[in-house]
């Protein structure tokens, strides 16, 4: 089992509040990525870094931020959440190589 | 542009049946492709991993093929029960250097076996 972990799993929250989304996956995983997914929709790749101090931006345009200080961790943030951040977060990791991703549990997001 | 869809988007089917889920890509030049497993409202479930140089994969009733060819991937599930009712998705990861670093997915497959 993939030793990866995303906290909150559920977060109700007011527009304009600031949140941070915790991934941390403890298998020393260099490459770590932020999908978005809409209830029955696809997977959208939002953010992604090769390593410590590596991020860059997926497909999917998205106002949320992300740092990679640690190997283990990779945040996600919001500064201002609106409605439109409704949404199913879910983190993944994998080693270099041609090998599998892992995910995590996900995090629900809703703003009223 | 890579695009990868499946078929059908939802089957129902009574328990003990063997099935078959399709997952079809546009462009060829993969790395390799990734069959994974969502509960409702949970994250992904790795099932099986094919690299591109590999025809298929097996672990347990599941059975994962790859033409890379034609585009396709096909995803055998032998003998079904409820607890497999869930929705299956394929990902693929591009062979080329701009394309190598991510998961392109399709919308998947919702499985319902029923009892």
């Known amino acids: 089992e993939a030793d990866i972990y995303q906290t909150p799993r559920y977060l109700v929250i007011g527009t304009g509040k600031k949140i941070t989304l915790e991934c941390s996956q403890t298998?020393?995983?260099?490459?770590m990525y932020w999908y978005q997914q809409d209830p029955g929709m696809e997977l959208h790749l939002i953010h992604y870094?090769?390593?410590?101090?590596?991020?860059e931006k997926g497909d999917l345009s998205s106002e949320s931020t992300v740092s990679r200080i640690r190997t283990e961790h990779f945040p996600l943030t919001l500064e201002s959440a609106r409605p439109s951040h409704t949404s199913q977060y879910l983190c993944?990791?994998?080693?270099?190589?041609?090998?599998?991703?892992?995910f995590g549990q996900g995090t629900r997001l809703t703003v009223v | 542009k890579q695009e990868v869809t499946q078929i059908p988007a939802a089957l129902s089917v009574p328990e003990g049946e063997n099935l078959v889920l399709n997952c079809s890509f546009t462009?060829?030049?993969?790395?390799?492709l990734q069959w994974f497993r969502q509960d409702p409202g949970k994250g992904l479930t790795s099932l099986l991993l094919?690299?591109?140089?590999?025809r298929e994969q097996t672990s347990g009733r599941l059975n994962a093929s790859l033409d890379k060819s034609s585009g396709r991937s096909t995803l055998y599930i032998a003998a079904s029960q409820p607890g497999d009712s869930a929705t299956y998705l394929c990902?693929?990861?591009?062979?080329?250097?701009?394309?190598?670093?991510?998961?392109?997915f399709g919308s998947g497959t919702r499985l319902l076996v029923r009892p």
């Open positions: 298998m020393g995983h260099d490459k």
């Open positions: 870094s090769y390593g410590v101090n590596s991020t």
């Open positions: 993944a990791s994998r080693p270099t190589g041609w090998t599998e991703a892992f």
């Open positions: 462009d060829s030049a993969i790395y390799n």
């Open positions: 990902a693929v990861r591009g062979s080329f250097w701009d394309s190598s670093y991510k998961l392109i």
């Open positions: 094919i690299q591109s140089s590999q």
